[in-house]
């Protein structure tokens, strides 16, 4: 998981791109960097940490031209650490092209081998994203005739490298000389949201991101999000084209975005994330009536901030008083997407604490969005028995995670996964609570789905095993967790 924009101007966009990085950097905290194009010269800037503390004015000054593109990190495949792993990559032919990706390749072997033995084409990194960016490279040079690219070429390039990749991957491009380029894997398992506005002259802006607030932010009216297996083209004037790229295309976006991932004031394939979420915590009230009637909850509080909408919505469907019981510093990132079990454990507590006036002498129902590997769990129920409260009941607006997610998400490990061979009362002494409630698969289908049609189908491998994208077997699963566990 990563955020990534695109921006095509009538101005220069490296204030635009900076800000909606700002907007997106939930979406990723290890590494940051922005690209511009100017006339047929790209400038760019990349370094680790997050966006405000990153770019300095003299890194601003040389991101010059009008169009551009951005991305903020969250490694799951790579090194977190190495710096030359932060995107966007770069490649000198054809043409010149900078990419940014966000998702992850399931085919990383049989694509290095390809790309070294048959194209002829070097790696410098372990980055999935330089893979793609060299697939796309490699197939625009094949499919250029003549002395120009258009768009007929371009995506007769991208429908190879939907051929080619396998896995998720929702991407922009920037083509030197000619323009931008987005695309999203055949089944839209990332989001990728496509925005318009007029310039004060009347000329076409557009702009491609990860989530719908950063098109609201910067005044751009929604025009769609990018169909599964498109290929959208924008020329430096303006001009904009765009094609299907893949014959066997279905929208089955990922369940963790509306889960943890999204703000909530995202729209994503057309379902609000707030609305979602607010919907997990109806269907978790009738877990809680089904699976602990007699037990008393005085008070409902949340884990702040993912799990606040469906823990104020159980509240008022139990009819109990809802509290925010732990005050959050907002000065530490998500402890979910930080690298290295350690450092998710340390920031826990940075991250959060528990006020004694809300918990002694209370039996207290926590609410939270999901419970992975259980570290912040397990932190969050001693805080809440430290400040007196009489018992604790722990409850998860998503199903069990059981199963490592290949698609994007930092979870490469059974054995780091708490419920992965464990019954809910065994999870439930490891976090030290009195009892531990679960959301079914069935009901996160249930309250994610409600209201529309154009969604009849979420990725949920994490929490039911079955894979959708790429040919994920056994043998896959053990090479992923023998070379990728964090």
Not at 157 to 166: C, G, K, M, Q, S
Not at 276 to 291: F, N, Y
């Amino acid at each position: 998981m990563c955020g990534i924009v695109g921006i095509v101007s009538s101005e220069p966009v490296n204030q635009q791109i900076y800000d909606s990085l700002l907007l997106l950097q939930h979406r990723g905290q290890d590494s940051t960097g922005i690209a511009t194009l100017e006339g047929d010269f790209f400038h760019m800037a990349k370094m680790k940490g997050q966006v405000r503390e990153g770019y300095r004015t003299r890194d601003m000054r040389q991101l010059m031209g009008n169009v551009g593109l951005g991305h903020v990190r969250y490694a799951t495949k790579g090194d977190a650490a190495r710096e030359e792993e932060a995107q966007p990559f770069y490649v000198g032919a054809p043409y010149g092209i900078i990419l940014v990706h966000n998702g992850n390749l399931t085919n990383t072997r049989e694509l290095t081998a390809e790309l070294y033995n048959v194209d002829r084409r070097h790696l410098n990194t372990h980055s999935d994203t330089e893979l793609l960016l060299n697939v796309l490279a490699n197939e625009l040079q094949t499919s250029i005739k003549g002395l120009s690219l258009d768009a007929e070429q371009v995506f007769e390039a991208v429908t190879r490298l939907h051929e080619r990749v396998d896995g998720s991957y929702a991407a922009i491009a920037l083509i030197a000389g000619y323009g931008l380029i987005a695309f999203r894997d055949p089944k839209g398992i990332r989001p990728l949201v496509l925005g318009h506005r007029l310039s004060e002259a009347g000329t076409d802006e557009w702009v491609v991101a990860s989530e719908s607030l950063v098109l609201e932010s910067g005044g751009y009216e929604i025009v769609r999000d990018v169909e599964p297996g498109e290929a959208i083209l924008i020329r430096a004037d303006g001009t904009m084209a765009s094609q299907q790229c893949a014959p066997n295309t279905s929208l089955v976006p990922c369940a963790f975005e509306y889960i943890y991932l999204a703000r909530p004031d995202s729209v994503l394939s057309g379902i609000s994330v707030y609305d979602a979420r607010l919907r997990m915590g109806d269907v978790l009230a009738e877990r809680i009536r089904e699976e602990l009637p007699g037990v008393n909850i005085d008070v409902v509080m949340p884990i702040p901030d993912s799990g606040r909408p469906a823990a104020m919505q159980l509240a008022r469907n139990l009819g109990i008083e809802y509290r925010e019981g732990f005050f959050k510093n907002r000065y530490v990132g998500r402890t979910f997407i930080m690298p290295g079990q350690a450092v998710r454990k340390r920031s826990v507590r940075q991250k959060l604490n528990a006020m004694h006036i809300e918990f002694k002498g209370k039996d207290v129902l926590l609410v939270d969005d999901s419970i992975v590997r259980g570290t912040t769990s397990r932190e969050i129920v001693e805080m809440a028995r430290a400040a007196g409260a009489r018992s604790v009941i722990f409850a998860s607006a998503a199903p069990p995670v059981l199963f490592p997610h290949v698609y994007g998400i930092n979870m490469p490990s059974r054995d780091e996964l708490i419920a992965h061979g464990r019954t809910p009362a065994e999870i439930a002494a490891e976090l030290g609570a009195d009892h531990l409630i679960y959301q079914t698969v069935e009901g996160m289908n249930r309250a994610i789905l409600a209201g529309q049609d154009t969604v009849t189908k979420l990725e949920e491998s994490c929490f039911t095993g079955e894979y959708i994208a790429g040919n994920i077997d056994e043998e896959y699963l053990a090479w992923v967790e023998a070379t990728q566990t964090s």
